[in-house]
């Protein structure tokens, strides 16, 4: 067998982390971040003949291709999802498995079964630009008519604000990002299969930085992806049972130290595909996601608490920022959010408003 196609021992690969060059984001974490991934990755690849491809593609280690954070940071994540499968009670459990006959179908990331609840799961991490805190934004809960123009009005108003410091007037548009959502429900519906199963629950698995509020826009607030009105026609991707929106991304990005590549403190929301076929029931979603630590019951019940004439369209526009900065415990917070400092609830802007 060539020696590129053997298994990895944890031995081998502490060896060749070591030698990574301080580019890499696993030298620039700490010890204990370093030994997760080596434990998480011999754990979930390494009795693979590929183990040492998929080190070089997934992760740079050993390859003379040059480091790229994003596609490290996204595969750190899918492995992440795969160790805590692995570590759980799940069992039938395999990464990079092709589901289906078709010569077409890609492999999904992970697949487990709890009793006879068959769980697929994609993961996909998108890619977000970063805005400076002291910069303002201006941003639209799902898809606005007006988007553009409201936007031009409201930088001109800024720019001409004489009482406000000239470095924070410069309106910046937030980075919509629904495309991008739809391009992952799209791909996942590609892998997922194509026969009914009403024991198989099909998961699209987000991995965001540090504000989901966004995302949540893009599944339900105007022209969102899961409501009747989507901007894209919902039979494209109506495979896709769940999507979870969690901040996975943050901790491998900002937050490494406070990592221990498994989803234990990652702070996660199933939203159910409304559309989704076959539907899906409550059973199967609450049998197949119980290893999972997530909030979809707690902030399904939860209001934020506005004064009496706040439009419900408003309310819900917020609703997930203020649950997290508000609903959730001190405690809680700080371990989802290790590294962010506590802040009210930001102010949102639901379709229809500038």
């Known amino acids: 067998m060539h020696p590129a196609h053997q298994p990895l021992t944890a031995a081998q690969l502490k060896a060749e982390v070591g030698a990574l060059s301080t580019q890499h984001r696993l030298t620039r974490g700490t010890s204990e971040y370093r030994e997760g991934f080596i434990d998480a990755f011999v754990r979930v690849y390494g009795a693979k003949n590929e183990a040492r491809d998929i080190a070089k593609k997934k992760f740079f280690i050993g390859s003379s291709v040059a480091y790229s954070e994003d596609q490290y940071i996204e595969s750190a994540c899918e492995l992440s999802v795969a160790n805590h499968v692995a570590l759980s009670t799940a069992t039938n459990y395999e990464v990079d498995k092709k589901l289906g006959q078709s010569a077409g179908k890609k492999d999904v990331d992970v697949v487990y079964s709890l009793g006879p609840i068959k769980v697929v799961i994609e993961v996909k991490c998108p890619r977000e630009r970063e805005i400076p805190p002291m910069i303002p934004t201006l941003d639209f809960a799902g898809r606005h008519p007006e988007a553009d123009r409201m936007f031009a009005e409201l930088r001109n108003l800024i720019s001409q604000a004489a009482n406000v410091p000239a470095e924070q007037r410069q309106l910046q548009l937030a980075q919509h990002k629904d495309n991008k959502l739809k391009d992952f ?29 966004p995302w949540h826009g893009y599944l339900f607030e105007n022209q969102g992806l899961f409501t009747a009105a989507s901007f894209h026609p919902i039979a494209e991707y109506e495979r896709t049972q769940v999507v979870i929106l969690s901040n996975l991304k943050y901790f491998h990005a900002v937050c490494a130290a406070h990592h221990d590549w498994t989803l234990k403190n990652v702070f996660m929301l199933p939203c159910v595909n409304p559309r989704a076929s076959p539907s899906i029931t409550g059973d199967l979603m609450s049998k197949g996601l119980a290893i999972l630590d997530h909030h979809l019951a707690p902030f399904s019940a939860y209001r934020p608490q506005s004064a009496p004439d706040v439009p419900l369209y408003v309310e819900d526009a917020i609703r997930l920022n203020h649950y997290v900065h508000a609903g959730l415990s001190e405690a809680d917070f700080s371990r989802y959010f290790p590294c962010t400092q506590r802040q009210g609830p930001k102010a949102a802007k639901p379709s229809g408003t500038p």
């Open 185 to 213: 429900l799209l791909l996942a519906h590609g892998k997922f299969p194509d026969e009914a199963d009403f024991d198989r629950l099909a998961v699209l698995f987000v991995a965001c930085g540090e504000d989901l509020g």
